[in-house]
């Protein structure tokens, strides 16, 4: 899908998602299942251990990443597609956030943000952040997610093997 989407490569999707982190400093990195030592932005490594059992790549879909987030401590997760995943979680809310004004003509009732005032220029970042924001804090409050409405609640059991439960310090 990536690929289907207009990416040339795995490293341009992370050089999109770095550039969505913003511009506060790293605190460290986290494995899947352990809780954030602080509070800060942390990354999370979810590639298994090289000499662990290898059943397959890391993170293969949508669902194994979201599960680690919340494995990680995540209480509700802003899920940014760019081609509409149809995507829940029974844990904790998805919270689906796209710019893709064809996604959002597609499946517009499936999502929680539509951040493609943006790009058309009509709304600054400040601007659109705070309407994610107001969003947000309505689902931790209480109001269903639209994957909650919907009744999306997939579901998968990641299987890595990672050495230590330490943060690894930047």
């Known amino acids: 899908g990536n690929f289907a989407g207009g990416l040339t490569s795995i490293e341009e999707k992370s050089l999109g998602a770095f550039r969505k982190a913003g511009t506060r400093a790293f ?10 030592p602080g509070p800060g932005l942390w990354l999370l490594d979810s590639v298994p251990d090289a000499d662990g ?39 904790a809310p998805v919270v689906k956030v796209c710019a893709n004004a064809a996604t959002i003509a597609r499946i517009g009732d ?18 659109g952040g705070a309407r994610l924001l107001i969003r947000l804090a309505a689902i931790a409050a209480g109001a269903p997610s639209r994957a909650e409405a919907l009744g999306h609640r997939e579901y998968l059991i990641p299987y890595k093997h990672q050495h230590g439960a330490d943060a690894c310090r930047m």
Not at 110 to 127: K, N, V
């Open 27 to 36: 605190q460290g990195v986290v494995r899947v299942g352990q809780t954030l």
């Open 53 to 91: 059992v290898q059943h397959g790549i890391s993170n293969p879909n949508d669902t194994e990443g979201i599960v680690d987030l919340i494995a990680a401590g995540c209480h509700i997760v802003c899920f940014v597609t760019g081609r509409g995943s149809l995507i829940g979680g029974p844990i």
């Open 110 to 127: 499936d999502l929680d943000h539509d951040a493609s005032p943006i790009l058309r220029g009509e709304e600054d970042y400040a601007a």
